[in-house]
């Protein structure tokens, strides 16, 4: 569930920061791609150590 919500976080802010800087539809697209993936590891790593610390 972390993952699902860091990598839709990652998404959105992506295309945020791609808008605010005046990109174009690549531009959105990349900048989506590259946040999403960079959440979803952090979003990976924060569900294991949750997992680790209550197991």
Do not use: C, E, P
């Not at 998404?11 to 690549?26: D, E, M, S, V």
């Not at 989506?32 to 993936?37: F, H, L, N, R």
């Amino acid at each position: 569930m972390i993952v699902i919500g860091a990598v839709l976080l990652g998404i959105l802010l992506g295309l945020y920061t791609a808008r605010k800087r005046g990109g174009n539809t690549a531009d959105l697209l990349q900048y989506g791609a590259v946040y999403a993936i960079s959440f979803g590891i952090v979003g990976v790593i924060a569900t294991i150590v949750i997992h680790r610390m209550l197991a």
